[in-house]
């Protein structure tokens, strides 16, 4: 399968259900074909959780959705040992996590204990419950929603769980055409919560996506992208206005990610403006700002802008 017109036809279907927000939904493509996991931030009512129904729809994968709250147990993501009176053995209760796609809302309202639930799950696609370790499906794909405002009532995700996430998705309000064009299709009937009444169309099986996936590994990464890939990661380490810079499985994400965006722009090796054009969502969520960087305005994004630029481009 051609997937620059993989690439595409994902966008056509979509846009069926979900107006603009072209760009967060590349990166949901590119976070997809990959293997990654992907954290969302927005506020309520931009159709967060719309766009990761709308992608388990496309690939055809079960989806579960957990409503992270203060009071959430471990158990209840990844399942329990329940005891059968009648054949007097325990059995699997699995828990939601066992699914194609999991959507975790809220994903900082949960206490930490609940929130490393999730740890062993997301990078090693598997569970444990009573030490006995169960596989999950394949594919695998969390989806967790956060809202850049509220913070009452939440807990700060830790480091290594923020790491595991492939991407971090920021999602906007639509423009004044967008949200007009919205409010026409609702005013015409649309209803999301119908899909299949929209005429989206699955496009990907499982062992579609997997195929799609050994294809994207094939594509040539010279030893200089190699290098610049490397130089970012360590300038994001060596700078002033870093805590905490990117890790080693941020450059890992980095090169997998450049490897998707070219073969969605249909080449067959990576360019550096492929690398550049992933960086945002790669490293937004894994450096951390001192104080002082960010007294003088600075964010994330702003700051890996400018370590882009201050870095020579191989040829």
């Given at each position: 399968?051609n997937t620059k017109?993989l690439f595409d036809?994902?966008h056509?279907?979509a846009a069926?259900?979900?107006?603009?927000?072209?760009d967060?939904?590349?990166q949901l493509?590119i976070?997809l074909?990959?293997?990654g996991?992907v954290?969302?931030e927005?506020?309520p009512?931009?159709?967060?959780?719309?766009?990761a129904?709308?992608?388990?729809?496309l690939?055809?994968?079960?989806?579960?959705?957990?409503?992270?709250?203060?009071?959430l147990?471990p158990s209840d993501i990844?399942?329990?040992n329940v005891?059968?009176m009648?054949?007097?053995?325990?059995y699997?209760r699995q828990?939601?996590?066992f699914a194609?796609v999991v959507?975790?809302?809220?994903v900082n309202?949960?206490?930490a204990?609940?929130?490393?639930?999730?740890?062993?799950?997301?990078?090693?696609?598997?569970?444990?419950?009573d030490?006995t370790?169960?596989?999950?499906?394949?594919?695998?794909?969390v989806?967790?929603?956060?809202?850049?405002v509220?913070?009452?009532?939440?807990?700060p995700l830790?480091?290594a769980?923020l790491?595991r996430?492939?991407?971090?998705?920021?999602?906007?309000?639509p423009?004044p055409p967008?949200e007009?064009?919205?409010?026409?299709r609702y005013?015409?009937g649309?209803?999301?919560?119908q899909?299949?009444a929209t005429g989206v169309?699955p496009?990907?099986?499982?062992?579609?996506?997997?195929?799609?996936?050994?294809?994207?590994?094939?594509?040539t990464v010279?030893k200089?992208?190699l290098?610049y890939i490397?130089?970012i990661?360590?300038?994001t380490r060596?700078a002033?206005?870093?805590?905490?810079?990117?890790s080693p499985?941020a450059?890992?994400?980095?090169?997998q990610?450049?490897?998707?965006h070219?073969?969605l722009?249909g080449?067959g090796f990576?360019t550096?403006?492929?690398?550049?054009?992933?960086?945002l969502?790669v490293?937004?969520?894994?450096i951390?700002?001192k104080?002082e960087t960010?007294?003088?305005g600075?964010?994330?994004d702003?700051?890996i802008?400018?370590?882009l630029?201050?870095l020579?481009?191989p040829?």
């Open positions: 399968m017109k036809a994902l056509l279907e069926k259900v979900v107006v603009g927000q072209t967060v939904l590349a493509f976070a074909l990959a293997g996991h954290l969302m927005g506020v009512g931009t159709a967060k959780t719309l766009m129904k709308t992608l388990a729809h690939v055809q994968a079960p989806m579960n959705r957990i409503q992270f709250t203060p009071d147990m990844i399942g329990t005891f059968n009648a054949t007097s053995q325990f699997l828990g939601p996590i194609g959507l975790v809302d809220e309202r949960a206490p204990k609940t929130q490393a639930a999730l740890l062993e799950a997301m990078e090693e696609r598997q569970v444990t419950i030490g370790q169960y596989n999950l499906p394949d594919p695998f794909l989806i967790a929603t956060q809202n850049p509220e913070y009452e009532g939440t807990y830790p480091e769980q790491d996430f492939f991407f971090k998705i920021k999602v906007p309000y423009t967008v007009a064009e919205m409010l026409h005013n015409q649309f209803n999301p919560h899909l299949a169309r496009l990907l099986t499982p062992e579609q996506l997997t195929a799609v996936r050994q294809h994207i590994q094939t594509i010279e200089s992208i290098v490397t130089q990661s360590n300038a060596d002033r206005e870093l805590f905490l810079g990117g499985r450059s890992v994400a980095l090169l990610a450049s490897k998707v070219a073969a722009h080449r990576v550096p403006d492929d690398v550049k054009a992933v960086a969502p490293y937004r969520h894994r951390i700002l104080p960010m007294l003088e600075l964010n994330a702003a700051l802008t400018r370590i630029n201050s020579e481009v040829r």
